[in-house]
C-alpha cells in the first residue's frame, strides 16, 4: 500500500485567489501567491501550534503576576502576622498561584523547529523540538510518525501540525496589500462571519521572500459544532521563514525504515534533503 503519494500537489484550484479588492490594484495577487509557494523548494523555520504574541502574553500574564507578587509579600505576611494561621495566610498564595497557572497554559504556544522540503513531487516537513531532546515528527503523504529520543521508539502521530501547503491556500478571499517600510508587505485575507470582517490568513514578505504566514482558525468545538463566531477565534497557527532554499538536510534515525515496513508504509525516499543516520 502506497500511501505516500501527495495529490494535494495537483489541486492548484485552491489557490484561486479573490483579486477584485480595489486595494490590490494592477498586482496579480493570484499569480503570485502561486508562484512564491511554488518557488519555495525546502526551508527551514519554526512552526508554532498556537502563536500568541508577547503583548498579547505581557496583557494577560502580568496583572496575574503583580497580583501573585502583592499577595505573597504583602497580604500574605500580614494575615499571619495579625491572626498567626498559616493556612489563613497560604490560602490567597495557592489561589491566585493557580490563576497564574491557568493564565500560562492559556497563552502558551508550543514551538517547533521545522524543515519542509520537496522531493519528486512528494511534500516532507519533519519537525522537532528545542536541541532534539525529547520527540522528532516526520509527516509526508497522509503518515505522521513520532520518534521519542529518550526510549529510541517510533510511533504513529496524533499532533496537530502544518497545513501541507504552508497555509498558502488560505490566501484567496477579499486580499488586501499593504506595503510597509524596508521592503515589507503584508498579504491579508479576510472573511466575514456574523457580519464581522476579521483577518483569517497573513503572509508576511521582505522584498518579496516570505517572512512569516499566520492562519487563523477556530477551536475545535466550534468547528464541530459549525460555529464560526469572531470571539472564539484565538487559534493561530504560524510559520517563521528563517532559510528558504539552502544547502541544508536533517538526519533522522534508520529504523524508521524496519517501522515502516512492519506497518506497510512506504518510507520517505533518502536525497539531498534527507538523510538516514544510525
Known sequence: MNIYEDTQMQNDNEFHANASNGNIENFDCDTFIKSTYKSINSFYGVFYDNYTTLKTMLIWRLPFLIAFLGVTFFLAPFTYSTSSNIFAALFPIVVVGGMNLGIYQLTKHKKYNMFYYKYKGKLVTIYW??????????????????????????????????????????????????????????????????????????????????????????????????????????????????????DRFVEIPKSIIAFCEKNNIQPPEENEYLHYVD
Not at 172 to 183: Q, R, Y
Not at 189 to 207: A, C, F, P, R, V
Not at 210 to 228: C, F, N, Q, T
Open 129 to 246: 523540538d528545542k536541541n532534539r531532546k525529547k520527540e522528532l515528527i516526520i509527516n509526508f503523504g497522509d503518515v505522521k510518525l513520532k520518534y521519542y529520543l529518550k526510549h529510541k521508539i517510533w510511533d504513529e502521530s496524533v499532533d496537530l501540525l502544518c497545513n501541507r501547503k504552508l497555509y498558502f491556500n488560505h490566501l484567496k478571499n477579499n486580499l488586501v496589500i499593504k506595503n510597509k517600510k524596508d521592503g515589507i508587505k503584508l498579504i491579508n485575507s479576510y472573511n466575514y462571519d456574523y457580519g464581522k470582517k476579521y483577518i483569517e490568513t497573513t503572509l508576511k514578505l521582505q522584498n518579496d521572500i516570505p517572512l512569516s504566514i499566520e492562519h487563523r482558525l477556530p477551536r475545535l468545538s466550534d468547528r464541530v459544532e459549525k460555529s464560526y463566531n469572531t470571539i472564539n477565534r484565538n487559534i493561530v497557527r504560524r510559520i517563521d521563514f528563517i532559510e528558504i532554499n539552502k
